[in-house]
Each structure stands twice: as C-alpha cells, then as structure tokens.
C-alpha cells in the first residue's frame, strides 16, 4: 500500500493493487497533510508516485482533471514540484515562472485551477539559491528582457540583505498579493475551501518548509 493509499481518503479506487482517488475530494488540511507527507517522503527517498500506474493515470485523466494543490514555484531546474512533493499524473496544477511572482497571467491560472478545478492549497514556493531574487536584490545587469522580472520582486525584498531571507521575504508577499488581488481566490479561501500559503525548498536536503 502507498502512503497515497494509507491516507485513506474516500473516493478511492485500487488500480492493479494501486490505490489512486479523486483527491479534490479531500479538505484543505488534509491537502496541507499531503504535501507534507510526499516531501518528506522525496527528503527520505522513498517515493511512491513511480509505484502507480502511468497508462492507467494517463487514461483516466484524459477527460477530466481534479488535482488538489496548486504550485507556483520558480521555473529553476533544481525545484521540480511533482518529484519534490512525490506526486504523479493529475494531482498537481503547477505554474513556473522565474522567482515565482504574481502576475496576471498566473493568476488567471491559478483562479481555474482554484474556480474549475477545485483545488484546496495554492503553495507559493521559493527556493534556496535563487538566481531571479539574487539579481533583483543586486539589480544586476541582464541580458534582453530579464530584468523585467526584477519589478516584481524588488518591493518584497527592500532592505533585505541575504538571499535565503530575501526568497522568503518574497514567497509571503507573492502569497499575500495573490489572497488580495484575486476576488476568486478571496471567496475561496473565506468560504474555508483553500488556503494560499507561502513555502521555502532546501535544495540541499530537499526538504519544504511552510512559512
Ligand atoms: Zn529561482
């Protein structure tokens, strides 16, 4: 049995002795709980993602989808957001974009991932080492259009001077600018059917702390 399996949420199904479920089913701490437990199985190197059948999830994904968390994470290659939170195949909206801002193009897909899909816990997760933050907190000189991501991170990080707190910094404020800039996700998360919290990734350890 995977650990999926032993959360016991209803709704599940067992595919050749795999058992998978509609997940936007589970609650909002329960959804917490989830990303929880799959980090700390990637931390242990135990992951069961790979234990469920990709044909079959495939399959059954086709005409619908219900993951039940959204991601917005950094678009850097060392923070891949199904591995890290060991999920597979339809359990996780995710969004990337370089020093994972809000801007209105990512909230718009948030706001289907939270109005159509149902999802319960958008985690904005920033990341050791980030090289969109370094550079906004330098203002450092950049090819074509890089800098236009400076804009975004630059008020969350003011008088900040080392990264790991400045990638902080900024994982809260984009949390907290999407909770106010997006009637949708207000309603949601007053209504008690999501919550938006901010996360920092260890690249070192692999490990994700809710901030
Ligand atoms: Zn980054």
Redesign the pocket.
């Known amino acids: 049995m995977t650990a999926v399996a032993a959360s016991g949420v209803a709704g599940a199904a067992m595919i050749r002795g795999v058992e998978v479920q509609a997940k936007s089913s589970i609650g909002v701490d329960e959804a917490i709980r989830e990303l929880t437990a799959g980090n700390e199985r990637f931390v242990a190197g135990k992951l069961t993602s790979f234990d469920l059948d990709l044909k079959i999830l495939r399959e059954r994904t086709v005409e619908k989808q219900e993951p039940f968390a959204a991601i917005l994470s ?3 290659s060392r923070v891949p957001a199904e591995l890290v939170f060991d999920q597979s195949i339809g359990h996780l909206f995710v969004t990337r974009v ?3 801002m809000i801007t209105p193009e990512i909230i718009g897909s948030l706001e289907y991932g939270v109005a159509v899909l149902g999802v319960k816990v958008i985690l904005v997760l920033g ?1 050791a080492k ?4 370094s550079a906004a907190m330098k203002a450092q000189e950049v090819p074509g259009q890089i800098s236009v991501l400076y804009q975004h991170i630059v008020p969350a990080i003011r008088e900040i001077e080392d990264v790991e707190s400045a990638v902080k910094a900024n994982a809260r404020f984009q949390a907290s600018l999407l909770r106010e800039s997006s009637t949708v996700i207000a309603k949601a998360i007053k209504d008690d059917g999501l919550r938006v919290a901010a996360g920092y990734y260890d690249l070192g350890t692999g490990k994700v702390t809710v901030l």
């Open positions: 950094c678009a850097d370089a020093g994972n990341h980030c090289g969109a933050v």
